[in-house]
């Protein structure tokens, strides 16, 4: 079956490095995805990796895919206050039809 | 920019009662979604509609029923609305059904069922 999880809450100081874990168990995964959800808002697509790469670069985030170890990460360089938000991982299935797993979501708190 | 937009953003019901979600979307998308949030436990698929004309369940579709009117109208309704229902939902839509087609979620509707 599917799963994917998360740890529920990560704290970084403004400045620093967060980095944002996920694992999940479908290895027929194609896609896997980062959303970023701000306090009352929907979810808003940050990343995506597919599933043949092992790192993807966007400016101030590193995406890293273990397949073998079925472990994705998200790091935020730099981060600021405005990063403080709930972050999900989600895979996409081969012939799922775009339908995504999401995990339980990580809180990220960026203290001064 | 609409994207996604569903109504209402809050409603509280008493046990029992149904309502319609709304959701709308102008991006000319063929596939739709219904998702709930709890906390705790990410987002759970209820229900899907890869294109106009068809819907098929997802995670947890039992207590809902969804409908297709047109290309860009997705509708959720909860006949008898149960406590457990007490959810955030979010209607999203994306460009098609294969793996790596964006899919864009609207603002959420709060739902509390007393």
């Known amino acids: 079956g599917e799963d994917v999880e998360q740890s529920l809450f990560l704290s970084v100081r403004e400045g620093d490095s967060s980095v944002i874990n996920c694992t999940y168990t479908?290895?027929?995964?194609?896609?896997l995805y980062w959303y970023k959800q701000e306090p009352g808002a929907g979810l808003q697509l940050l990343t995506y990796?597919?599933?043949?790469?092992d790192m993807k670069q966007d400016q101030r985030l590193t995406v890293l895919l273990n397949k073998k170890d079925k472990h994705l990460s998200l790091r935020i360089a730099d981060t600021q206050t405005g990063d403080s938000a709930i972050y999900f991982c989600?895979?996409?299935?081969?012939?799922?039809?775009?339908?995504?797993?999401f995990g339980t979501g990580t809180q990220l708190k960026v203290e001064l | 920019n609409a994207g996604v937009t569903q109504t209402p953003k809050f409603q509280v019901l008493k046990t029992g009662q149904s309502m319609t979600l709304q959701c709308a979307q102008d991006m000319n998308h063929n596939s739709m979604y219904w998702y709930r949030q709890d906390p705790g436990m990410g987002l759970r698929l209820i229900y899907y509609s890869a294109s106009e004309g068809t819907t098929d369940k997802g995670e947890v579709p039992n207590g809902y029923n969804v409908s297709r009117l047109n290309k860009r109208e997705f509708s959720l309704r909860l006949e008898s609305a149960a406590p457990s229902q007490t959810s955030v939902y979010f209607c999203?839509?994306?460009?098609?059904?294969?793996?790596?087609?964006?899919?864009?979620f609207g603002e959420g509707s709060w739902l509390t069922v007393v």
């Open positions: 479908d290895s027929s995964s194609t896609y």
């Open positions: 989600a895979e996409g299935l081969t012939g799922g039809g775009n339908k995504l797993t």
């Open positions: 999203a839509s994306s460009d098609g059904g294969r793996p790596g087609n964006t899919i864009y």
């Open positions: 990796i597919f599933s043949n790469m």
